[in-house]
């Protein structure tokens, strides 16, 4: 009963943005952290950024900061991932995530449902 559906994902050159939406339904939004995780050929998955579960905090991969933004709107039950000056080396699988987290965050336990997936290829 549970879904995270992603959208958002595409083709993009080198510079360009795209905006990233997780749909989810069949969970009591607001209890859960929710973050994006993603996946390169070849590669394990791997954190990208997270949010806190009344959005106050955020949380974010070392090579995206400065260029990625998480946020949630817990009135639409959506986690959104908005990617500037995207790279090469983003290109992968994105995935939403719902988790098990400290109040504020600043622990993430465990992740309890994944969406499908959206690709992101940035071309140079």
């Known amino acids: 009963q549970v879904q995270l559906v992603e959208s958002g994902g595409g083709l993009v050159q080198a510079g360009d943005s795209l905006r990233l939406s997780c749909a989810v339904s069949?969970?009591?939004?607001?209890?859960?952290?929710m973050g994006w995780f993603r996946q390169a050929p070849g590669k394990e998955r791997e954190f990208v950024a997270r949010?806190?579960?009344?959005?106050?905090?955020?949380y974010y991969l070392d090579s995206v900061k400065g260029r990625f933004a998480i946020s949630r709107d817990n009135a639409r039950n959506t986690v959104y991932l908005q990617m500037n000056s995207l790279k090469p080396e983003d290109t992968a699988v994105y995935y939403c995530?719902?988790?098990?987290?400290?109040?504020?965050?600043?622990?993430?336990?465990?992740?309890?449902?994944w969406g499908q997936g959206t690709q992101v290829t940035v071309s140079s």
């Open positions: 949010i806190s579960r009344g959005g106050g905090n955020t």
């Open positions: 069949g969970l009591t939004f607001s209890t859960y952290g």
């Open positions: 995530a719902a988790g098990r987290t400290s109040t504020g965050g600043s622990v993430w336990y465990g992740t309890d449902y």
